[in-house]
């Protein structure tokens, strides 16, 4: 079995930080916290990951990150770094990149785009603040919905020296109507070489208690026809994962599409890409 890096770990602690978004998702409304996350993790042979920013409140945004580092510092050995939240359409982001750029734990950045209008990525601000990532060694995440991946390709265009990692296969709520536009998309954005692709997600938009795996081999097969196995990383996107399956569950549904690969694939998949991207120690 390969080294498993969770390139998609969300931890919520809701005495520590405040996530305004939880509030319309009840199932979610709760902490989200290290042990819990880690006894599972563990069994399944998870071997390092990154917290990936859980869109907390503007001015938490730092805290966020101290707060994986403290826990990383005090023991909780599987996490290898963080993506920090950021706002590339403020005027203050080249002081905040500044002083997160001196910090190795932080790994990379994402602004949750699905989030807000489209036109925020189009922005000229945005755009001249992501540049600044330009070899900077720190992937930017890009949180798309499918009928929004012509504004990632646009932003991949854009910032042809800033690496972007397509989180969730850009498969978010993606549905039978869609399904055409999302692989004429994923086709035209796999193009780009300063993109990959997160094998992650995908199984939280199905039907929590009717789906199969043959419900999501289409979207992961997709994505790795396109990106190759050179450019995708896999991720748990826990506990969001949890809303139709459980850590577990998803992993063995992933080993299970990927049953066919080689065994260099495989860890490319599941650890080496991650340890390439993020710089991330073996």
């Known amino acids: 079995m390969p080294a498993i890096i969770d390139t998609h770990l969300h931890l919520i602690y809701r005495d520590r930080l405040s996530y305004p978004w939880l509030a319309g998702v009840a199932a979610l409304d709760r902490d989200a916290r290290y042990e819990r996350y880690a006894e599972e993790a563990r069994r399944c042979g998870v ?15 730092e805290a966020e990150t101290r707060n994986i580092k403290d826990l990383a510092t005090e023991g909780a050995a599987l996490l290898a770094g963080a993506v ?9 982001f080249p002081a905040f990149l500044e002083h997160a750029l ?7 950045f994402r602004r949750v785009l699905h989030v807000v209008p489209d036109d925020v990525s189009e922005r000229p601000l945005f755009r001249e603040n992501l540049r600044r990532l330009s070899g900077a060694g720190r992937p930017f ?17 854009a910032c042809p020296d800033v690496t972007f990692v397509l989180d969730h296969c850009g498969a978010q ?3 039978p109507r869609v399904m055409q536009l999302w692989r004429g998309r994923i086709a035209e954005i796999a193009r780009r070489p300063n993109v990959f692709a997160k094998i992650s997600g ?19 097969d997709e994505v790795i026809e396109r990106f190759g196995w050179d450019r995708v990383v896999w991720g748990s996107d826990w506990p969001v994962c949890t809303l139709t399956a459980s850590l577990s569950i998803w992993l063995a549904a992933t ?7 080689s065994a260099d694939e495989r860890d490319k998949l599941f650890a080496a890409n991650a340890r390439r991207l993020w710089w991330l120690a073996e």
């Open 102 to 108: 001196r910090d190795p734990f932080v790994k990379g």
């Open 47 to 61: 071997t390092g990951a990154l917290h990936m920013e859980v869109d907390v409140a503007e001015p938490d945004i």
């Open 84 to 92: 920090s939240a950021c706002r590339p359409e403020s005027p203050d």
């Open 173 to 175: 709520s993606i549905t």
């Open 202 to 220: 995908v199984v939280a938009y199905t039907d929590p208690k009717t789906w199969v795996l043959d419900d999501i081999r289409p979207t992961v």
């Open 141 to 157: 995440d890009l949180c798309v919905r499918p009928d929004q991946l012509d504004k990632a390709i646009a932003l991949a265009d």
């Open 255 to 261: 080993h299970a599409l990927t049953r066919g690969a």
